[in-house]
């Protein structure tokens, strides 16, 4: 199962890629989708859902997980995030992939084992669990780190399911 994680940011949104079989995590690829901040905040969306659908069409991707917006002190930078997450989520959408949406502290504690890990933390859990991926950025980091709380907690609803159906 190819997993695609998605951190959103109107400037820089994060993607990670992984497979899982099983309990078994691979790395696939990482990287970062970026919008020019000299554009209209129409045109900049455009280059975020552009982006991420290259993304998809790369590296075909069976699920889509993304971080959930926190609320900013700054409403219109709360409500810009909101439309870049809004446009990030679209893409995988259209194309008919489930998309789950996971807190920051969800995250951190499925990666981690805390939910307030610092950002050194779960970058360091990322190496670990997924050996060979070396995210330039931050972000590209992150998306991973989603991935990975996607594919641990899918694992455990499949287990949940399957003994409640037995």
């Not at 994060?14 to 497979?19: F, M």
Request: glycine share 8%; charged share 20%.
């Amino acid at each position: 199962m190819r997993i695609l994680g998605l951190d959103p940011g109107l400037r820089v949104t994060g993607w990670g890629i992984v497979e899982a079989a099983g309990n078994r995590l691979s790395h696939i690829a990482d990287g970062v989708v970026t919008s020019d901040e000299r554009d209209s905040l129409a045109a900049r969306l455009a280059q975020l859902h552009d982006g991420v659908m290259a993304v998809i069409d790369q590296f075909a991707p069976a699920e889509a997980a993304v971080e959930e917006t926190f609320v900013n002190r700054n409403p219109v930078s709360t409500l810009k995030l909101g439309q870049a997450r809004g446009v990030v989520m679209l893409a995988p959408a259209r194309c008919g992939l489930p998309v789950a949406e996971y807190t920051p502290n969800a995250i951190k504690k499925a990666v981690v084992g805390r939910g307030h890990a610092e950002k050194a933390q779960v970058e360091l859990m990322v190496r670990t669990l997924l050996p060979g991926a070396d995210p330039a950025r931050a972000d590209a980091a992150d998306a991973l780190a989603v991935a990975i709380c996607h594919a641990h907690l899918r694992a455990s609803q499949r287990a949940l399911l399957a003994g409640t159906t037995r």
